[in-house]
């Protein structure tokens, strides 16, 4: 039975350097998310003068609560969405004139909704180009607190960035959120904040934090839950094939380990245990309509194997999917069309019928984005001849993705293996 280690978290790896950035004291994270995005916010803590050391397997992080050790920094936030948000809200805690700029990928992607709530918030914060992207320049002079709107309908990051900053501001914050997706991975913000010694309240709508501050701890990364769905959909898609993910079970903060709860109710077995999580393949694969507003970043992962159901599979509520690396619904549906699958999809949705016309195989456009790539490789156990135009885009989150696949591939053979 194939035992695949998946790397750290990477949206835990985020908050964890933030909040071993912010807190009082050394924190060691262990086992933390090595990729382009982790690395790229651990380089922007440098730029900012906190001190960062990195072996293989920990990361120690000296926090300055009071904020970056530099009175100006030019960060640069590669590709990644949380470095990018993250750590302009952290630098408005401090007292300097910081400028952020990004990528090409995420100078596209909206910052607004955040920006104005830091605005509203007193930030002096001014975006250099376009309204509401990079680049922007923050002139710090820490932040007073009180109570702020904010809309995150586009991305719970928005409210996750402003969430962390609350200890750091002199009276704590009152966050009233107008809309909100991805509520799971507000939980892991909320959960990971209280491991740092801040209890977050909530009083229906509104998110209330308390001033005082973060303490440095020891704090282990578990494997990153979107991840491990390309694992379980391998399983679920090869009859008798059985994948086991150690260290993401019932205790996992993440909630895109519901995914296997889709697999389950497409007709595949699933045991979560507190040790790991494993997939079995029936040989069945049944279409179903399901609503992933909350698990939207296993949606690609969903329509990639969705042809190989037995009747159609429809994917709802993922609007924010068209606002991440790039346009998910859409991206999916062309390398869906590629493979010879009949696709339709509308402003939040998308639905995929049964079968490929594509024995050949296809190449698959990835269109920069990790998630497109590493999900249509599962899409590739099924349809021979699968190749694609930018496969390196996976070292985002899992460099080592290809070779760690291809290895299980190699393993699942049906039936039994």
Same mark, same amino acid.
């Given at each position: 039975?194939?035992?695949?280690?998946?790397?750290?978290?990477?949206?835990?790896?985020?908050?964890?350097?933030?909040?071993?950035?912010?807190?009082?004291?050394?924190?060691?994270?262990?086992?933390?998310?090595?990729?382009?995005?982790?690395?790229?916010?651990?380089?922007?803590?440098?730029?900012?003068?906190?001190?960062?050391?990195?072996?293989? +397997? %920990?990361?120690? @992080?000296?926090?300055?609560?009071?904020?970056? %050790?530099?009175?100006?920094? +030019?960060?640069?936030?590669?590709?990644?969405?949380?470095?990018?948000?993250?750590?302009?809200?952290?630098?408005? =805690?401090?007292?300097?004139?910081?400028?952020?700029?990004?990528?090409?990928?995420?100078?596209?992607?909206?910052?607004?909704?955040?920006?104005?709530?830091?605005?509203?918030?007193?930030?002096?914060?001014?975006?250099?180009?376009?309204?509401?992207?990079?680049?922007?320049? @923050?002139?710090?002079?820490?932040?007073?607190?009180?109570?702020?709107?904010?809309?995150?309908?586009?991305?719970?990051?928005?409210?996750? =960035?402003?969430?962390?900053?609350?200890?750091?501001?002199?009276?704590?914050?009152?966050?009233?959120?107008?809309?909100?997706?991805?509520?799971?991975? *507000?939980?892991?913000?909320?959960?990971?904040?209280?491991?740092?010694?801040?209890?977050?309240?909530?009083?229906?709508?509104?998110?209330?934090?308390?001033?005082?501050?973060?303490?440095?701890?020891?704090?282990?990364?578990?494997?990153?839950?979107?991840?491990?769905?390309?694992?379980?959909?391998?399983?679920?898609?090869?009859?008798?094939?059985?994948?086991?993910?150690?260290?993401?079970?019932?205790?996992?903060?993440?909630?895109?380990?519901?995914?296997? +709860?889709?697999?389950?109710?497409?007709?595949?077995? *699933?045991?979560?245990?507190?040790?790991?999580?494993?997939?079995?393949?029936?040989?069945?694969?049944?279409?179903?309509?399901?609503?992933?507003?909350?698990?939207?970043?296993?949606?690609?992962?969903?329509?990639?194997? %969705?042809?190989? %159901?037995?009747?159609?599979?429809?994917?709802?509520?993922? =609007?924010?999917?068209?606002?991440?690396?790039?346009?998910?619904?859409?991206?999916?549906?062309?390398?869906?069309?590629?493979?010879?699958?009949?696709?339709?999809?509308?402003?939040?949705?998308?639905?995929?019928?049964?079968?490929?016309?594509?024995?050949?195989?296809?190449?698959?456009?990835?269109?920069?984005?990790?998630?497109?790539?590493?999900?249509?490789? @599962?899409?590739?156990?099924?349809?021979?001849?699968?190749?694609?135009?930018?496969?390196?885009?996976?070292?985002?989150?899992?460099?080592?993705?290809?070779?760690?696949?291809?290895?299980?591939?190699?393993?699942?053979?049906?039936?039994?293996?």
């Amino acid at each position: 039975m194939p035992v695949v280690t998946i790397p750290g978290s990477k949206s835990v790896t985020a908050r964890a350097l933030f909040l071993a950035a912010a807190a009082d004291g050394v924190t060691t994270l262990v086992r933390p998310l090595r990729s382009d995005d982790t690395e790229g916010f651990a380089e922007g803590l440098v730029r900012l003068g906190y001190r960062v050391g990195r072996t293989r +397997d %920990a990361w120690q @992080v000296d926090g300055r609560p009071q904020g970056p %050790a530099v009175s100006e920094a +030019d960060v640069y936030c590669r590709d990644g969405a949380t470095t990018a948000r993250f750590l302009p809200t952290l630098a408005a =805690a401090g007292h300097g004139t910081y400028r952020f700029d990004a990528s090409a990928q995420m100078r596209r992607r909206p910052l607004l909704p955040l920006t104005r709530a830091l605005r509203d918030l007193g930030v002096d914060l001014r975006h250099e180009e376009a309204e509401g992207h990079h680049p922007l320049t @923050v002139r710090a002079a820490g932040v007073e607190g009180g109570e702020v709107v904010l809309d995150a309908g586009q991305s719970s990051q928005y409210l996750t =960035a402003l969430l962390l900053l609350g200890p750091l501001t002199r009276k704590g914050l009152r966050i009233r959120v107008t809309d909100l997706v991805s509520v799971p991975y *507000v939980e892991i913000t909320v959960a990971m904040m209280r491991a740092f010694g801040v209890e977050v309240e909530r009083e229906g709508e509104v998110f209330v934090v308390p001033p005082g501050g973060y303490r440095a701890t020891t704090y282990a990364v578990e494997p990153d839950a979107s991840t491990a769905s390309y694992f379980f959909a391998a399983a679920a898609v090869t009859p008798g094939a059985e994948v086991t993910v150690p260290g993401l079970g019932t205790g996992a903060l993440q909630g895109d380990l519901g995914f296997v +709860d889709v697999l389950r109710r497409m007709g595949a077995e *699933v045991s979560v245990r507190p040790d790991g999580t494993t997939v079995r393949g029936t040989g069945v694969l049944r279409g179903l309509t399901v609503n992933m507003r909350d698990i939207s970043d296993t949606m690609p992962t969903l329509a990639a194997i %969705a042809p190989f %159901a037995d009747g159609p599979v429809r994917i709802e509520d993922v =609007a924010n999917t068209r606002v991440k690396e790039c346009d998910r619904l859409e991206a999916c549906a062309e390398n869906l069309r590629r493979l010879g699958a009949e696709v339709a999809t509308g402003p939040d949705w998308i639905e995929v019928r049964p079968g490929v016309r594509a024995p050949g195989g296809a190449e698959i456009k990835s269109y920069g984005d990790h998630r497109i790539v590493m999900s249509f490789a @599962v899409a590739g156990l099924r349809v021979p001849g699968i190749s694609f135009d930018d496969p390196g885009c996976v070292r985002k989150t899992f460099p080592g993705f290809h070779e760690v696949f291809g290895e299980l591939s190699n393993r699942l053979v049906s039936p039994g293996c």
